[in-house]
């Protein structure tokens, strides 16, 4: 009951990292009592900049756990620079620059639709990493999968927001795009990850592909970097630092989840993050969805946890 307890509180936790990226890039009234945000334009750049303050604080407090949690991931670190593990390195940071690629999508997804929206259109991810296991890995997804495939498409058109006076259809359409593009990145870091971590700790291989971010986006603010004197960076920087901490703490907690519960059990109570975040904005920031809209969530939820409750039938099966 604990592990369930916290893979949910992890979920949560994240949801109020996705509301934080929303407010930095457009202007709400918190709470009902606090009119904040629109700080910075979701576009690249400043998804780029968000992502490395962010990164700044989450890397050293994961590098200080990693050390705690697998004692020996300094070890493993350094063999990665042998010969006999290029390969394993060569994974490890490439999952690093997809890491890179799906976060400066899905910031910009947040920016442009509403959270619950962008989040549920990105967790469309398992129809692509099935799809791809299939293509890489030899596994074919079942009958039942390709239904349950069928839902989550069918959920995420539901979700699809339509322009209004405040919202045009150009906007809406990159929002849209830049979701399901942040999913189909995930999903190829998915199959990646998964062949790399046949040889390779989960702890280290994270710190990795979050190092990786942060050098990335640190590189790419170098060549194309933002207009510091018109940005407002008091409540950037208090916006950047709430972010690493919540992402930070629901990352831990989902890691200890899946100790305690596993992670097929995990990844099915994961599959209520696109529920959560939607009730977390209406909450903190009242964005509230259609009912098509919300009907939409609850079929895209409804089919990841399909799919994930799938591998724990399986699971059950092989041990008895």
């Not at 949690?69 to 593990?85: G, I, M, N, Q, V």
């Amino acid at each position: 009951m604990l592990g369930i307890l916290t893979v949910l509180l992890s979920s949560f936790v994240l949801s109020f990292h996705n509301v934080t990226v929303r407010v930095l890039f457009s202007e709400h009234l918190v709470l009902g009592l606090f009119l904040l945000g629109g700080y910075v334009k979701p576009d690249l750049q400043n998804s780029f900049l968000l992502m490395f303050m962010r990164m700044l604080l989450v890397v050293p407090l994961m590098a200080s756990l990693a050390f705690k949690l697998y004692p020996s991931a300094l070890k493993e670190f350094k063999d990665l620079f042998t010969h006999k593990r290029k390969d394993v390195l060569l994974q490890a940071v490439g999952c690093g620059v997809l890491m890179f690629v799906y976060i400066a999508a899905l910031y910009i997804a947040i920016g442009l639709i509403p959270t619950g929206i962008a989040m549920t259109l990105f967790f469309t991810y398992p129809v692509f990493t099935a799809l791809l296991s299939w293509k890489f890995f030899g596994d074919s997804p079942t009958l039942f999968r390709w239904l349950v495939m069928g839902i989550i498409l069918v959920g995420s058109v539901l979700t699809i927001p339509q322009s209004s006076a405040n919202d045009s259809s150009h906007l809406i359409a990159i929002g849209i795009f830049a979701s399901f593009s942040a999913g189909i990145v995930y999903a190829f870091y998915c199959v990646i990850a998964q062949k790399c971590l046949e040889k390779f700790h989960p702890i280290p291989f994270t710190w990795i592909s979050f190092a990786s971010t942060l050098l990335l986006s640190g590189v790419s603010l170098l060549f194309w970097p933002t207009p510091s004197d018109q940005l407002d960076w008091t409540p950037l920087w208090i916006g950047s630092i709430f972010s690493g901490l919540v992402s930070f703490i629901g990352h831990t907690l989902n890691n200890l989840g899946i100790r305690m519960v596993g992670a097929t059990t995990a990844s099915m109570l994961g599959s209520s993050s696109p529920a959560l975040t939607a009730l977390v904005a209406w909450i903190t920031i009242s964005e509230t969805l259609n009912v098509t809209q919300s009907v939409g969530i609850g079929v895209v939820t409804l089919g990841i946890a399909l799919l994930s409750g799938e591998g724990f039938v399986k699971s059950l099966k092989i041990k008895s």
